[in-house]
């Protein structure tokens, strides 16, 4: 994400990670359109005003800092949605970074129907805002009125992806192959769980499930970035680390300083 000190990776890269990890869980769409506000919510380890914050080194030098939150419940076009946000900010002397990216995710499916990024990084702005329509298999760019097809009708973002991902089994040894990112040419990810390791951080002490994601992107999480993330091995799946080695910079790493857990939908 620090473009040109951390090109682009402590923040696109950082979202698309957890996004190799999602799944579909099939639905009619005309009964979902009809059913959305009476079916009961999926079942989640996060819920509204969930926080957590991180640290950010590079080579171990601190750089900045980010958090992941669940700011609250919203409709979406009729829907019922998790409205979850990430942000990095923070740099080096002559290049500062300050990116935020918010995704509507449907309680019910736990897909995108929602998805903003403002970013404003060294030399680099980006301010878009994309609508999907699941059930017509749609999208549309809000920012600049521009529409598509969408290949699947659970559509995820990379922070949809993100906290999908935590409702996952993770047994290490397994590998997910998956066909649910929104934009067609980045499908599909895969994910693999390596393995079981304890670590400390700021936040404390945690047994953890290591997970390597592979994106058919540039950036922290693309191919031959090695990258690694820990995810405490209980049912929050909360990530407590992140590992990766950045073309250029090096050594990247986010490290959890506080976490609040949230309030379950009743």
Known sequence: MFRGIIPGAAGRALLSVFGVLALAHAADAAVRTRQDTVRAPARVPFGAGEKASFQVKLGGIPVGKGSLDVVGLAMVDGHRTYHARLRVAGGVPLARVDDKFDSWIDVNGLFSRRFKQDQKEVRFERNRTYEFFPERREWRRLDNGT????????????????????????????????????????????????????????????????????????????????????????????????????????????????????????
């Open 147 to 266: 529409s598509g097809p969408l290949h699947t009708d659970q559509p995820l973002d990379e922070v949809s992806f993100l906290y999908f991902a935590r409702t996952l089994p993770l047994k290490p040894g397994e590998t997910y192959t998956l066909h649910r990112y929104f934009k067609e040419d980045g499908n599909p990810v895969v994910l693999k769980v390596l393995r079981r390791d304890t670590v400390t951080v700021p936040a404390g002490t945690f047994h953890t499930v290591v997970v390597r994601p592979i994106i058919r992107t540039r950036g922290l999480f693309g191919q031959g970035g090695e990258a690694e993330v820990y995810l405490t091995d209980d049912a929050r799946r909360i990530p407590v680390l992140i590992r990766s080695k950045v073309p250029v910079v090096g050594s990247l790493t986010m490290h959890l300083q506080h976490y609040q857990p949230g309030e379950t939908i009743r």
